[in-house]
């Protein structure tokens, strides 16, 4: 094998650490502060396009799965302001993701959720920006989440509204 294969091979194991631990740690924090707070969550009014308490734990799961791809394929790259850029955007908008569980179920808050929900996803969508100027295919991973993301901003504010 050679020097360079080696470096690279290096490069994607070590990429591969940096975007599944923080990534893990967001989901482990967010379901440390969801699952005990599933009674509060159980006793509030919600609207009728409430999907199942099932369809969450696939969905982040996979979210979850998608953002540590779209991390890892950004980490391989070589350092750049713009790689920097995407990952910085990426790293915070991941930050207020783990956040939101606190501010919402742990807080017993919606407002406060609120408060985190929307720049979270603006934060989001900058990052897939970002992240479309070096790898499409990492800025596409990250589309659902933008999606799933507006749409929990959406039914956060119709649970603060009923409440």
């Known amino acids: 094998m050679s020097d360079t294969a080696v470096i690279s ?30 009674p509060w ?3 509030l009014a919600k609207p009728s396009f409430n999907p199942p308490n099932l369809i ?17 394929r950004i980490l391989r790259l070589a350092p750049s302001p713009a790689r920097r850029l995407a990952l ?7 930050a207020l993701n783990a956040a939101w569980s606190w501010m919402f179920f742990a807080a017993h808050n919606p407002s406060l959720g609120l ?10 969508v ?8 070096l790898d499409r295919l990492a800025a596409l991973a990250l589309a ?10 959406v ?7 009923l409440n």
Do not use: D
């Open 88 to 94: 910085n955007l990426f790293f915070a908008q991941l």
């Open 115 to 124: 408060v985190n929900i929307v720049p979270q996803f603006l934060l989001i």
């Open 126 to 133: 900058a990052t897939i920006i970002a992240m479309a100027r």
């Open 9 to 38: 091979t290096r490069r994607n194991w070590t990429a591969a650490a940096i975007a599944i631990v923080p990534v893990v740690a967001a989901l482990a924090l967010g379901q440390i502060a969801t699952f005990p707070n599933l």
């Open 41 to 43: 969550h159980a006793g």
């Open 144 to 153: 659902p989440l933008a999606v799933w993301v507006g749409f929990a901003g």
């Open 155 to 161: 039914l956060n504010y119709s649970i603060w509204a």
């Open 56 to 72: 969450f734990g696939p969905v982040w799961t996979t979210l979850y799965l998608l953002m540590a791809f779209a991390a890892w």
